[in-house]
């Protein structure tokens, strides 16, 4: 395979947990293949009068928490010089990453791949794209309008879960259950009092026992994570304290991974995970989902080569400059 050159739109690599950042994971395997790896934050990214640019650090990197990178060269070079970009900023969607997402695709020579596609990214929001398939979803609501709120609650009688749309990592995740005298405190909070909308969804019972978070690339599931809440709290999210186990798809899974599978390769929704709760799908992440390192250790296998396998077929299959 020819070497590449391969860019990482993402978060501080200063910052990054290097046992447990997936950007991080694809970035090793990408270094071992002799790939050129480039770097570069959501603020270094510019127009330049013709096409988007960014400063880039090319780096090597290695598994060494403390000193994980050294920078081998850094230079201002236009995206159409990548073969492949990851776009791997984290949450919240906000509106400079909008913004990221449509200079990125300002490439006047040809674009790189991208992985995953930014028209894909600024459509399937995290939280709204799984309402396409509500057969497959719990009981789910999204409004801002307290009444409709503290309706769906008082007829949910095992609970439900409150959540901001543009949430991630189990932040501002409440559980709620019919006349719980801080229902309405809690909803004026998590809506700006009315002004922004939330998603309110029926509680499953089996969330106890973990949510599976199921890495797809290309639409194929390939590995997952079981996600277990500690004993005093309802998340599972591993940013919110949640323990890792390993996961076993079921065939419930696997229905729910070729059902959404044409549409996310349709949009180049190339590195997905899932979030599945029972038999139910709650999340469809685009944007960076997490998890490959702990798929790889607790099911021996290796994910991230997955990943640039595809990006290394597809810029094969790049026309030529």
């Known amino acids: ?37 480039l770097y570069f934050e959501q603020g270094w990214l510019r127009f330049n009068g013709r096409c988007a640019e960014a400063r ?57 791949v991208f992985i995953n596609d930014p028209a894909g990214i600024r459509d399937a929001n995290e939280k709204l794209f799984a309402l396409r ?13 307290l009444p409709v709120l503290l309706d769906f609650i008082a007829r949910n009688a095992q609970g439900t879960i409150i959540k901001p749309i543009d949430g991630f990592g189990g932040k501002g995740i409440l559980f709620l259950s019919p006349g719980d005298r801080n229902a309405r405190s809690a909803l004026e909070l998590l809506t700006q009092g009315g002004r922004e909308a939330v998603v309110a969804q029926a509680y499953i019972p089996e969330s106890r026992l973990g949510d599976k978070r199921i890495i797809l690339v290309d639409g194929e599931p390939v590995g997952g994570v079981l996600r277990v809440p500690s004993g005093d709290d309802h998340r599972g999210n591993m940013a919110a304290g949640g323990t890792p186990r390993k996961a076993v798809l079921t065939d419930r899974d ?24 029972g038999d139910f799908l709650t ?16 099911d021996d296998v290796c994910i991230e080569a997955r990943v640039i396998d595809l990006a290394e077929r597809l810029a094969a299959e790049r026309p030529a400059r």
């Open 1 to 37: 395979m020819a070497t590449l050159t391969l860019g990482f739109l993402m978060d501080p690599l200063e910052t990054v947990r290097v046992d447990h950042d997936s950007t991080f994971a694809l970035m090793l395997e990408a270094h071992r293949r002799g790939h050129q790896v």
């Open 133 to 145: 398939y509500p057969d497959l979803m719990p009981d789910t609501r999204i409004s801002r309008e």
């Open 254 to 277: 696997r229905e729910i991974c070729a059902r959404l599978a044409p549409e996310l390769r349709r949009r180049g929704l190339l590195l997905v995970g899932i979030d599945v709760l």
């Open 56 to 112: 880039m650090r090319r780096v090597a990197v290695r598994r060494e928490p403390g000193r994980h990178f050294d920078v081998l060269e850094e230079a201002s070079r236009p995206l159409s010089g990548l073969d492949v970009l990851f776009m791997r900023k984290d949450p919240p969607v906000d509106a400079e990453f909008l913004h990221a997402t449509q200079l990125v695709e300002l490439c006047a020579e040809r674009s790189p």
């Open 283 to 298: 999340e469809v992440n685009v944007t960076s989902p997490t998890g490959l390192v702990e798929a790889d250790q607790l």
